[in-house]
């Protein structure tokens, strides 16, 4: 059985206390939220700190507050979220994204926080230190070679969270504390396009609560590839959101995750929507929009020809779910589950 | 018992015997051993895919506190393996490895994190060697070998067997088709990996606790590597897991871990983690086929010429074998007058591949039911009709000299063409919807053993207790497959008493007469012959004492609910107890012995040794699918199965390990792929698994299973206990070739390989558009120099068994096939 490496464990109650826990030794603490990232990663030597920073004991992550909008504490599960039937309403692409992570023992205990920092993913780092070192390790960790493409100056590992893309199609932004103060980021700028340096986060940030806009007027929609219907990280996503007067769309975001090393918003695709109603035609042309700018790389499941391929189609069921079309006998092929119920 | 007899206990759905201890978490699996003193141990594995080693220093290793032994090759010095004719492994390498994961040392430590710890402080010089990721490169380069004892080269093994002339068969056929297949390999992925406990007993024998399918086989492998005798070795197997094949051979970490305890005189526990269960492998070769086939424009086949070529990586393990079952089944299902087979087995610098269900059968069955689908179309005749043209015939000996009893192969196509409405839905369902049909057979039971002897197969002694409790011991091993209960609903049903008044004590080489392991889909119909002996001897001695004692007539007697009685005057009669309490008064403690032998094979020949078995289950299913034409992708609503099983003894077990067959048919139908991965050459050597986690190597969830809708068609065997026949690997047969057939069927493309995944749909409808062939699939085999064949004529060409051009001293000598270790083990 693969064994965790020795590590200190501190479990502050408040985020003040965890904050200056995070300034003491920001280089070598790290995060502790759901673990169902860290601790496997911890196992397989991908990450070694020193010190692991819990966020179970701090009430105030874990707060759902209305007012304009919708304010989720980063320490809610998944399992949390997927229960909220205002969220399904309101915010259904963001409710889809988050039911369809992992498994329901991994979402009973993995966090919103968690999926939005959640590392990069690669099939020539997502395995044991035996195992890296038989490739001699790659540039993420341990070694000086990106092996997905050799020349890479930078590491292509994947951006493989779910939730990122739906909120940043929902316009949503995450309020970032530390022990010198906070900031507010949309989520769309909290990424960089770098497997390594994924996360526009600094070492001493904790990210505290993530803001959604009012929903009014908006539809959303969460699209997600993967070979089975449960377990598997993205290797395409598609999230989109449009804001309609009548059957025309007044603004609209799309955005592609698991193709990049961060989530891409698709702008000349949403773009193509302004204005103009969701006849096939519009859908085929933002669908070939997006898939141009889909670059996917060789180091997840599927073959990159494939993933990049499918896109259009991936583009074109999330438009057609967001005109209003039936989509759940398709939904059940692609996820293996309708996506109605609350079943979780 | 005759096969048909009326029953209480067979026939009946019951909850399982284990069935309480395993759902309320009671089962001790090997990792859940915890004993006094105990210490852990890690294996240090290869990082690099094949080189020899020059040097390995352990004195760091041996210096971190905490640390108490460390074992390299040079302890090792004998080598073991699962077949006679394949001696080919060390506990740890010493001097050269063979693929990435082949084990170097083994730490001994407090527990596992420093024994992790110290595996880092282990220093490896290695020399490398060219890398062989594949046959065509095995082919290629003869040289440096990876075995010096293959048969050539790269070439583990070559046979080339023709029973009749293959070529006037081809010759007179109205069409000839020639295709050519690919199976990707796949492994078991049980839930439990690997583990086991070595210990040193009171009196100073060895104890081996293992999650291992086969105790006695492993039994015999410490003897041997640690040169001690068997009789001073105790091997407990421990309920496994789930097995499917991947815990049948002597391991690595077994050896190893014996050999530190008896150095160390404390209890020496390893478990395997996940990457590590892919490494030690075993599973299914990655098999290159071509199939010719010749027919009459009525379907009539005149003949078929098989050639195979295996991946078998980097040891022996059950190779040999798993080379000659490519070839072995094809004859079972349909006739085939005259048939050829040419099979080749390389070794790579990969693990090494063995015996996964359906052991070496799978692909080709692949291919054959696949061909069967284009030979239907070409002669517009409906699939499922002209395989009950072509049916073999009940008590048939087949070309190849395989002894066909019962078959109830065209029943099985009818109740699944039934339940499908396949005969007003096949070809009717219109663009991106399609059915598909396929047949197979299994073997119950390899005919042979994997070691030459004239002793029975599976035996059971029965102890019975004067408070009417009877005890079963059997060497079988519960690998989740349900054995214990059919040991137990045998005895059960002969001596008139409760499953729940038996136990059964299984799988302990001290205290269990031989069973040969729970491979080869054996221990239900061996296992079960034994033990419907002992329980009828058990019966008989008392029925002696009690006809003596009451004054009935011993033939008059009944035993049922737990009472002997007379069957003229139920009220005439005693409890099981006090019979048993009678018997013992009149005549001694009362106990019983049972044993198996299978019947003789009538295959003469070198390799007939593998296929003949004393019964043959069948399998029919129908496969919907649903194709989306953009993507390729597969969805799979509804499979409908019929499996021939004889007779059902338990038929909740039977459902399940049909249902199980089709999960685990599915997944390597449409995504299982135990794949490897070269890095540039020009900067890496690098040869490793692509994926070795349960995450990444892509296996269905419940979420991606169909309905499934199980048949069971009954025709009771004479030679199984109570008319069984097997149903733990046939199952899995027909569902990967239904699979392949229901995508033509919906989408009008031919993939003629597995997995089946969209990538390949998309290519092929793209090759369609074109106006290309609108397929996926190999497009050549690589030239194998073929060895002489070996002429065997069928029955019906007067042939007698033996081959024609085989010389009498060898045909003597390896009489019964290859696998006979007599003068192998000289080699």
């Known amino acids: 059985m693969m064994r965790l490496p020795r590590f200190e464990y501190q479990a502050p109650r408040s985020l003040a206390a965890a904050a200056e826990l995070l300034a003491a030794r920001p280089a070598t603490t790290m995060i502790l939220a759901g673990g169902t990232d860290l601790l496997p990663n911890m196992k397989r030597r991908q990450q070694t700190p020193e010190v692991l920073v819990s966020l179970r004991q701090i009430a105030e992550l874990r707060e759902v507050r209305y007012g304009t909008g919708l304010s989720l504490g980063s320490a809610l599960t998944l399992s949390e979220l997927v229960r909220m039937p205002t969220l399904q309403r309101d915010y259904a692409g963001l409710w889809q994204a988050a039911a369809q992570i992992a498994t329901p023992h991994l979402r009973a205990m993995g966090t919103l926080g968690g999926n939005l920092c959640l590392d990069t993913r690669c099939n020539y780092y997502d395995q044991t230190y035996e195992w890296r070192k038989s490739i001699d390790f790659c540039m993420k960790k341990d070694g000086r070679i990106c092996w997905v493409a050799t020349s890479s100056p930078t590491c292509l590992a994947v951006s493989s969270t779910d939730t990122a893309p739906a909120l940043i199609s929902l316009g949503a932004a995450v309020r970032l504390v530390s022990a010198s103060g906070e900031r507010t980021v949309n989520v769309a700028d909290l990424y960089n396009n770098d497997g390594i340096h994924y996360l526009t986060r600094q070492p001493d940030e904790i990210l505290a609560d993530i803001r959604l806009p009012a929903p009014s007027g908006w539809r959303s929609t969460y699209w997600k590839l993967r070979r089975r219907g449960s377990f598997d990280f993205p290797v395409l996503s598609v999230a989109a959101a449009a804001a309609f007067d009548g059957d025309t769309v007044k603004k609209a975001r799309i955005v592609l995750g698991a193709v990049a090393s961060r989530p891409i918003v698709a702008n000349p695709s949403a773009l193509a929507l302004r204005g103009r109603r969701l006849t096939d035609d519009v859908i085929a042309e933002a669908a070939d929009s997006a898939y141009q700018v889909a670059k996917p790389m060789d180091n997840t499941d599927f073959a990159l020809v494939w993933r990049k391929r499918v896109t259009r189609d991936f583009v074109t069921y999330a438009l057609r779910e967001l005109r209003g079309d039936d989509m759940r006998e398709t939904r059940r092929k692609i996820a293996r589950q309708t996506m109605m119920g609350l079943a979780y | ?827």
Request: proline residues 7%; glycine residues 10%.
């Open chain 2, 1 to 827: 018992m005759k096969p048909d007899a009326k029953t209480r206990i067979i026939g009946l759905p019951r909850r399982r015997v284990d069935g309480r201890a395993k759902v309320t978490g009671q089962t001790i699996f090997a990792d859940d051993l915890v004993l006094p003193r105990m210490l852990h141990a890690r294996l240090l594995r290869s990082t690099v895919p094949h080189a020899r080693i020059r040097a390995i220093d352990t004195a760091r290793a041996e210096a971190h506190l905490g640390v108490h032994l460390v074992l390299t090759g040079r302890d090792f010095p004998i080598t073991y393996g699962i077949l006679p004719v394949s001696q080919d492994e060390h506990a740890l390498c010493p001097d050269t490895v063979r693929f990435v994961g082949d084990p170097v040392a083994l730490v001994v430590a407090n527990d596992e994190l420093t024994a992790g710890e110290a595996l880092d402080l282990i220093a490896v010089e290695y020399e490398p060697l060219r890398t062989f990721a594949g046959p065509e490169e095995s082919l290629a380069h003869p040289e440096p070998r990876i075995h010096d004892y293959a048969d050539e080269g790269n070439i583990h093994k070559k046979v080339s067997l023709s029973f009749g002339d293959v070529r006037a068969g081809l010759a007179e056929a109205d069409h000839v088709f020639d295709d050519l297949f690919f199976y990707q390999g796949n492994t078991h992925l049980p839930l439990e990996q690997h583990a086991a406990v070595a210990a040193i007993d009171g009196d100073g024998k060895l104890v081996l606790w293992s999650s291992t399918q086969t105790p006695h086989y492993v039994h015999r492998a410490l003897a041997k590597a640690l040169a001690i005798p068997a009789a001073h070795i105790r091997v407990i197997a421990t309920p496994n897991g789930g097995g499917f094949g991947g815990k049948s051979d002597p391991f690595n970490h077994e050896v190893a871990i014996a050999k530190a305890a008896l150095m160390l005189k404390r209890p020496i526990k390893i478990t395997l983690n996940r990457e590590e269960v892919f490494l030690c492998h075993r599973g299914r070769h990655p098999v290159l086929m071509r199939f010719r086939t010749g027919v009459k424009r009525d379907g009539t086949l005149t003949g078929v010429h098989l050639q195979t070529l295996l991946d078998g990586g980097a040891y022996g393990s059950y190779g040999v074998a798993s080379t000659f079952y490519t070839g072995a089944l094809q004859t079972v299902t349909y006739h085939i007058p005259r048939y050829q087979f040419d099979g080749c087995r390389v070794f790579t610098n990969k693990p090494p591949c063995g015996p996964k269900r359906g052991h070496g059968t799978p692909q080709s069955r692949f291919g054959q039911e696949v061909q069967l689908d284009k030979i239907a179309e070409r002669l517009r005749i409906d699939p499922a009709e002209l395989r009950l043209r072509i049916v073999e015939q009940p008590d048939t000996l087949t070309a190849n000299y395989l002894r066909v009893s019962t078959i109830g192969l065209a029943e099985c196509i009818r109740r699944v063409v039934n339940a499908s409405e396949w005969k007003t839905r096949y070809r009717k369902l219109g663009p991106g919807r399609g059915l598909g049909l396929a047949c197979s057979s299994y073997l119950s039971g390899a005919g042979l053993p994997i070691y030459w002897n004239d002793m029975p197969h599976s035996a059971v002694q029965l102890k019975l207790d004067r408070s009417g409790g009877v005890t079963a011991f059997c060497g079988a091993t519960e690998i989740g497959q349900g054995s214990d209960d059919v040991l137990v609903g045998c005895v059960a049903e002969i001596l008139g008493i409760e499953p729940f008044d038996i136990r059964a004590v299984t799988g302990d080489t001290d205290l269990t007469p031989v069973d040969l392991g729970s491979y080869s889909s054996r221990v239900t119909l061996m296992m079960g012959n034994a033990a419907i002996q002992a329980a009828e001897r058990a019966r008989d001695v008392l029925a002696d004492a009690v006809s003596a004692k009451l004054g009935v007539p011993k033939g008059r007697l009944v035993f049922a609910e737990r009472r002997v009685f007379d069957a003229e005057d139920p009220s005439r009669g005693m409890s099981f107890s006090d019979a048993v309490c009678t018997a013992e008064a009149m005549f001694g403690t009362v106990g019983s012995t049972g044993s198996y032998t299978p019947p003789k094979s009538a295959a003469k020949y070198k390799g007939g040794g593998v296929g003949p078995s004393p019964t043959y289950s069948y399998s029919a299913a129908v496969i919907e699918v649903e194709v989306d034409g953009s993507t390729g992708w597969v969805d799979v609503p509804r499979v409908w199965i019929a499996h021939d099983i004889g007779r059902a003894l338990n038929p909740t077990l039977v459902r399940g390990q049909v249902e199980g067959s089709v999960y685990m048919g599915l997944g390597e139908a449409l995504m299982e792929e135990q794949i490897f991965r070269r890095l540039p050459q020009r900067l890496s050597r690098a040869l490793v698994h692509k994926f070795p986690s349960m995450l990444e190597y892509k296996s269905p969830t419940f979420l991606d299973m169909p309905e499934i809708f199980t048949e069971l068609v009954e025709t009771p065997d004479p030679h199984g206990p109570f008319g069984a026949k097997e149903v733990g690997q046939g199952p899995l047969l027909p569902i990967m070739p239904a699979l392949a057939n229901a995508v033509y069927d919906a989408i009008g493309v031919r993939i003629d390989e597995v997995p089946i995944t969209p990538e390949k749909i998309v290519k092929a409808l793209a090759e369609k558009a074109a106006g290309r062939a609108p397929r996926y699939g190999p497009t050549r085999f690589p030239d194998v120099n073929w060895p002489e064949t070996l002429q065997v004529p069928p029955p019906w060409e007067g042939g007698t068994g033996k081959a024609t051009n085989e010389p009498e001293r060898r045909t003597k000598a390896l009489e019964g096939g290859p696998l006979r270790p007599a003068e192998e083990a000289k080699k």
